[in-house]
């Protein structure tokens, strides 16, 4: 082992390999993106005018407000029992978080296709029992996609709500319950606005994940309800127009870079006080 | 704790647990089914997609493909992220921050504009030579290793945030050399850190499909790879027999681990 004389050159091998593997080849496909399939801005145009790529920027925009929404809601209530419920709960819950959380996403999206599909569980179940007579459609279409995120990110919104709620302190609860507020009004207007940067922080974190989300749609939305992410992969290897795959990537880029920009400018007063 | 949640809130929180772990009881009776396609055994048992993964020898071949990826992306990006924290912790530059920066870009960026990312640099490599190139193993072992790189940084910067950093200067004033002092004095406080990262990595390049999807065809066909293309157009029961077993490791893992060491609240308090 040569000795090392420099600590600086610990930090050599891995900005190497990130600038090499990473930043350059980035810098490769956004000059993909004004150079196919001729030099120029025009997929961009393209990108920001085309009725189609339009209507998937906006189906994806609206699927990720839906998701993020129906995660924080969930993530919220489970993460409330996981935090503040005794000990048996605490574990149970545990159990429920983690455990999704450490499957492959594969995995899950083919669980909700054996549950919603044509002959799957849920439909085989409701026609015996008479409540259908022709399957209802619950996959391969938007609210497959919709089920299928909203499944995978309530783990990942857990931890940061978690931490925000256990920073709580309980003696203001108890001094609200003092003053004689009710259960509900303790929860609505001392539990959830001093928990609110954590809520908005997950809430981020949830958006940014959503908007680059390719497994799920592609599985459970069939090819009816495509999102940007799936767009760049079709237009990459299925219809291939990879000057206008290029740029729909360096705009979402640009998107995620604005949002997590928001992030840290959320989390740093927050991180002083 | 005094302030319990209500009634009311341990129904909802009820409900979306049992919204969380349907879909992954919902995989076992569809294994069963005796019939080519996704459907409820109706009656019968079989146990023929569960032969199908022995039978078929892809299955074996996806096996062993992801596990020796897994490994050697796993020790690469854990190799390079240790150095790398260490060599933030010593220093402690005051551009700190930038360095982390370009060091998670792969975690925080969107998944598909890394895949896209990668996919330009293994086509640009396939240009040059046919190891570390488009759908070979070696070149998905790089790409992994770039994707969760960022992941190992984080658990070890976390690990060497709680070393007392005196104890590393008395190494130095009594004279022992920057190897020695990461050898002897800090490696041995955050070897816990060192060997969940290696573990995590492995995990996160063994489930890997965003970026696989986009730089592997027909030859470095990985294990999550294999189930999305039984996945895509017509759904295979194998892969309901394939996620049994998966979602069973992941349990007995986790069961194992919160009833050895007790939840991790358990142990904060």
Redesign the interface.
Known sequence: ?P?????????V???G???L??????L??AA?SVTLPEPGLTQYQTALTDPLVLSVFLRTFRICLIVTFATIC??Y??T??WV????M????????????F??????????????L?N???LN?WAQNLGFLTEPLTLVRNEFGVIVGMV?FL??FAAFPLASAMRAVD?RV??AA?GMGAS?TR??AQVFVPMTAPGILGAALVVF?FA?????TP??LGGGRSVM??EL??LR??QSPNWGL??AI?VI??VA?GGL?ALLMRQARPAGAR | ??????LL??C??AL??V??????I??I??SFTPTR????PDGEWSLRHYQALIDNPAWAKGLGLSIGIGVVSAVLATS??L??S???W??QPRFAGL?LG??L??M??????????????LI?LSKFNDFVAYDTWAGVA??H??MI?PYA?VLITVALAQVDRRIDLAARGMGA???RR?RQVILPSIRFGVLSALLLTF?LSW?E??VT??ITSVDAVTL?RL??MG??DN?DPA??AI?VL??GI??I???GK?LWLG????KAK
């Open positions: 082992m000795r090392l004389s420099r600590p600086a050159l610990l930090l091998p891995l900005l390999f990130m600038v593997t990473y930043l350059v080849p980035f490769g496909v993909w969930a993530s209530m489970i409330l029992l503040r419920g005794s000990r709960q605490r574990l149970v819950i545990e159990l429920c978080i983690l455990i999704p450490w499957i492959s996403v594969l995995t899950r999206a083919f669980g909700w296709l054996a549950l599909s002959k799957g569980i085989t499944h309530i783990p309980e609860l108890l319950r259960r303790v929860f940014v908007l680059g989300f390719f497994v592609a599985l940007a992410a760049i992969y990459i290897f795959g290029a990537s979402l880029m995620v997590l | 704790m005094i302030t319990r949640p209500g809130a341990v909802v929180a979306v647990a919204f969380l772990l349907m879909p992954l919902a995989v009776p569809v396609y996704l459907s409820m390079l992220a150095a790398f260490l060599g933030i010593i220093l360095l370009i060091a870009l792969p925080v960026a969107p998944p598909v504009v890394s895949a896209l990312t990668l996919y330009f640099f640009t790089l790409a290793s770039v790189a940084v050399t920057l190897g990461i995990v489930e499909i965003g999807l986009f999550p189930m999305w996945l895509r759904i892969i309901a996620s998966l979602i992941v349990v893992v986790i069961l919160t939840s991790s609240e358990a």
